[in-house]
């Protein structure tokens, strides 16, 4: 379904006091340094189109969670001066996102030129559905542009609210996020493979159902594949599972073996792990091959070396998958027209064991490099999810996918079905 709402393509900036929405959540270090300007780099689009086209434009944004308190920590000031060498354009910041300053540097601004607000979130307007805040934000401005993918299933005042006090549009990110996704859903180049992984089946099941019903074949990884191996009797040793998620998974299973018996869908759990006692990098690490116990026709898969163990010790936890899980899961991208993943195969980030490749990031890696097609085939490429955005950035990867989204929660929501009230918000076409 072509993306329904009108984007500022359809409508006419000139002379007009553009507040654009966007969404700065950017990673700062201790110096207050952007460690990470991909989601600035992916507004640019939009910004070059409204200066373009002789618009003013006033930026609000939130970063980080200062719970509607100023916290010098999470000041935009260091986005304005970061954004501005990126757009080779100034950019002037003004401390607050409302009051008279605010208004003030809103209102002298002539067209093509910038401003970014304070941090939104310093206000606790903003998290309590506040509708004077909501007003004195529309205040700022003409026209309303949503270029804020990330915070879009929010609804919060500056995503929802603001909304019903000016004419609103989508920005040239948002458009582009929400038509890439839904093509994904709705009419991909098949084969489509849905690679999921995270810690929690309940945080995925909206989107973990949806990929059942349209997707061809989907790969669970992470601590998630851990519950559905418990789920199926497995013994999986200390290894990071949701006792909760339990009947959630073998509902899921059942709904799988439902799918099965009316269609060729592959629904794929790791058949062997990397396995150790802790979670450090100096620590031992194992291959443990629990295949027979999931594998009813183990004459079906190609044979392969036994390894020394077919089930998980007690003590020990499983932290990637192995090498012919990844295999599998790499001939997999082999096949598909359409690659989908959010969510790492193992542990990739936990502290000792950050690295180029930690000794648990085989699987992940492995799939990274089947997706861009080192193995032969390559699939368009979708990718979400802070951890596993931040796994390919560390790699300088990011352009050699298709499309990265800059919303993780946003864009599984997308991919589930639900309207998301920032969308929802805006006008129609």
Known sequence: MAFNKKSVKDIDVQGKRVLLRADYNVPLDDRGNITDDYRLQQ??????????????????????????????????????????ELLDHEVEFVPECVGDRATKAAEKLKPGEILLLENVRFYPGEESNDEAFAKDLAALGDIFVQDAFGVVHHGAVSVSELPKYLPSVAGLLLEKEVDTITTAMENPERPLVAVIGGA??????????????????????????????????????????????????????????????????????????????????AAPTRIVDWSAHVIADIEAYPKRPLHEASQVAEDEMILDVGPFSGAFIAGLMQLAGTAVWNGALGVTETKGLRGPVGPTAHGTELLMEAMLGQFGNRPYSIVGGGDTV????????????????????????????????GIEALENK
């Open 43 to 84: 507004s640019l689009p939009t910004l070059r189109y409204l200066l373009e086209k002789g618009a003013s434009i006033i930026i609000c944004s939130h970063l980080g969670r200062p719970g509607g308190k100023p916290n010098t920590k999470e000041s935009l000031f260091p986005v304005a001066k970061r954004l501005q």
């Open 200 to 281: 929690k089946i309940s945080d995925k099941i909206e989107v973990l159902q949806r990929f059942i019903d349209v997707a061809d074949a989907v790969v669970i990884g992470g601590a998630m594949a851990n519950t559905f191996l418990h789920a199926t009797g497995l013994k999986v040793g200390k290894s990071k599972i949701a006792p909760e998620d339990l009947p959630l998974a073998k509902e899921i299973l059942h709904k799988v073996s439902e799918v099965k018996a009316q269609r060729d869908f592959v629904f794929y759990l790791p058949q062997d792990g990397v396995v150790a006692k802790k979670l450090d990098r």
């Open 390 to 421: 931040g796994f390919i950035q560390q790699r300088g990867l990011v352009a050699s996918f298709d499309h990265v989204s800059t919303g993780g929660g946003a864009s599984l929501e997308l991919m589930s079905g639900r309207k998301l009230p």
